[in-house]
């Protein structure tokens, strides 16, 4: 035990004078939290510009821009006359969508005939154009629901009764675990959560070695020539350092950015340590491999930077091709995040996410052998090259 206490001061040394260490570990993470947190901060997509194209210009289509106008989605900033408009506007990015409201709607309206407005979005831009969809379509079926009653009520209808004819069926929805839509609470955590995972795997493709690179590695094999003993040592060394990151994240960043779940700390605390450990793991194999810095450098950032893509977080893997689940499910972050989903977002109890602890636990148990029995193979031919 003294002698791995010895690895992991030393290690700590390491981190905070190496600028390839601390740099990576405690620098960047801090200015990556901040910005993430700060991108998001308004929290929803609001007063989206559109445009207006109306030509009827009757009391009805003047209530329907009025309510879209109210909307807190939607802001009309543009009146346009032709569909030619609408497309200058888009290109040049002034409006994100526009609704169309033809000739005679107010008279087909009264006539019991089917009249039809067109909404339009810019597909290009898939967030903006859902939201003018949603707040565009919700204003034209209600405002489509009340003209209706309106005129079932001025033939003598009574209210409750016009309305049911009206509207036979009503849905009530009941959105679970982000009912507002919170950008920030949905997308600030997994990025978060993400750079966390890179700046461990790249930190600790360096642990092993940047001890041949930088010619420390006799002072460490003075200490211990147990490839187990120093991988138990530096791996503890590097966790204590994920530890002070997730006090950051947990207790500095989420409650400034109203992201904090004080119910949910120790869960995600478990699973967190279980992703820091798969991440070490994953890096300290590397390292133990190649002695070429640049090399597993390279493959770390490979590895690591489409995790959030891979994820599932934006899309459902499940709908990805074969080889892109797979590729998913090789990455410690992917079954982190099906946990951290679990135990953070939806504050269920830990039992729920023990198919995901599992999985971490399963890198863990291979990664690390692995790196000692690959760490030890290059002591004993380091000390023998000396030797001879």
């Given at each position: 035990m003294k002698t791995i206490s010895q690895i992991i001061i030393r290690e700590w040394k390491r981190i905070f004078s190496i600028p390839n260490f601390y740099v990576v570990l405690l620098v960047i993470p801090p200015i990556i939290f901040l910005f993430y947190g700060l991108i998001y901060q308004k929290q929803f997509a609001k007063e989206l510009p559109m445009a207006v194209w109306d030509e009827d210009q009757s009391s009805v289509s003047r209530q329907l821009t009025d309510m879209m106008d109210h909307s807190d989605l939607i802001h009309i900033t543009e009146k346009v006359s032709s569909n030619a408009e609408i497309e200058k506007l888009m290109k040049?990015?002034?409006i994100f969508g526009a609704v169309h409201f033809p000739k005679n709607l107010e008279s087909d309206v009264k006539k019991n005939h089917q009249s039809n407005i067109t909404l339009y979005t810019?597909?290009?831009?898939?967030?903006?154009?859902?939201?003018?969809?949603?707040?565009g379509a919700e204003v034209i079926i209600k405002g489509g629901l009340a003209v209706v009653l309106q005129k079932a009520e001025k033939q003598g209808m009574p209210a409750e009764q016009a309305t049911a004819l009206v509207q036979p069926i009503k849905l009530n929805t009941?959105?679970?675990?982000?009912?507002?839509f919170n950008y920030q609470m949905y997308l600030t955590p997994g990025l978060i959560t993400v750079g966390l995972q890179m700046a461990l795997v790249v930190a600790s493709v360096l642990i092993l070695n940047l001890e041949f690179k930088r010619n420390t590695v006799d002072e460490l094999l003075k200490i211990s020539s147990s490839s187990?003993?120093?991988i138990v040592g530096k791996t503890l060394a590097h966790l204590c350092i994920s530890w002070i990151l997730f006090v950051l994240v947990a207790y500095i960043v989420f409650p400034v950015f109203e992201l904090g779940k004080p119910q949910t700390d120790f869960n995600f605390f478990l699973i967190?340590?279980?992703?820091?450990?798969a991440c070490i793991g994953i890096g300290m194999m590397l390292s133990a491999m190649s002695n070429n810095l640049l090399f597993v450098t390279d493959v770390a950032l490979f590895f690591t930077s489409p995790a959030f893509v891979f994820s599932?977080?934006?899309?459902p893997r499940w709908a990805m091709p074969w080889y892109d689940q797979f590729y998913a499910d090789i990455m410690p972050y992917t079954h982190f995040l099906d946990g951290f989903i679990k135990l953070y977002f939806m504050e269920l109890p830990l039992s729920y996410a023990m198919p995901e602890i599992f999985?971490?636990?399963i890198f863990t148990g291979v990664t690390f052998p692995l790196s000692i029995v690959f760490f030890q193979r290059k002591i004993n031919n380091y000390l023998?090259?000396?030797?001879?």
């Open positions: 040049e990015g002034k810019n597909g290009a831009y898939l967030v903006p154009a859902k939201m003018i969809y949603k707040g009941t959105t679970l675990y982000n009912p507002d187990s003993q120093i967190y340590t279980l992703m820091s450990l599932g977080f934006t899309f999985k971490l636990l023998k090259e000396k030797s001879v």
